[in-house]
């Protein structure tokens, strides 16, 4: 299915409780809530992150949040609601938060993921993504994560002296 299809958007205020929900039945199965509503609104609204969306009909359908740092930005939410799954539409979120990485100078993108989802880490494998470490117990000491990444440029250099430019006479 063509990406195109899927316009997308930043996140709005009145996006939040459902984009609140989406992470709740999605992401934090079995692990509590932690992304309600005041969190999620407070996620969108910090300067170093960005929340994009796909809606169909006016509505959230899908979302990303990613949060960026000096160098390095952290995935933090990627999901699709269950009806629009395989339709391309986590993929077209995840290019265009690739991108704003890119855009933004950023040398890499991580993120964690349940080390028992196999289909996730195939997603981001498929898109770039390496293994970077297990994490035992990172979800609620219940869960181990996988931390993935992907190198986007190589890490800066040491800064090096500045020296004026001179002129040379041949």
């Known amino acids: 299915m063509p990406t195109d299809r899927w ?6 205020t009145p996006d939040a409780p459902t984009l609140a929900r989406l992470s709740r039945d999605l992401i ?3 692990l509590g809530w932690r992304y309600d ?3 999620m609104l407070r996620l969108m609204r910090h300067a170093d992150t960005l929340v994009p969306v796909v809606c169909d009909a006016g509505l959230p359908v899908g979302f990303g949040a990613m949060q960026f740092g000096d160098e390095q930005a952290h995935l933090v939410l990627l999901a ?3 009806s629009h799954q395989r339709q391309g539409i ?3 979120l995840l290019h265009w938060l690739l991108d704003s990485a890119r855009c933004a100078g950023m040398a890499e993108v991580n993120l ?8 996730a880490r195939a997603f981001y494998r498929a ?3 390496s293994d970077a470490g297990l994490l035992p117990g990172y979800y609620q000491q ?3 994560a996988l931390r993935m990444r992907r190198v986007l440029r190589p890490a800066s250099l040491p800064d090096l002296a500045w020296q004026a430019p001179t002129l040379r006479r041949r």
């Not at 316009?7 to 709005?12: D, F, G, T, Y």
């Not at 964690?112 to 289909?119: H, V």
């Open 80 to 82: 699709v609601a269950s």
């Open 90 to 92: 986590a993929r077209q």
């Open 112 to 119: 964690e993921l349940r080390s028992s989802n196999a289909g």
């Open 142 to 144: 219940r869960e181990s």
């Open 127 to 129: 898109l770039g993504f």
């Open 37 to 39: 509503t005041p969190r």
């Open 28 to 30: 934090e199965v079995g």
């Open 7 to 12: 316009p997308l958007r930043l996140a709005q």
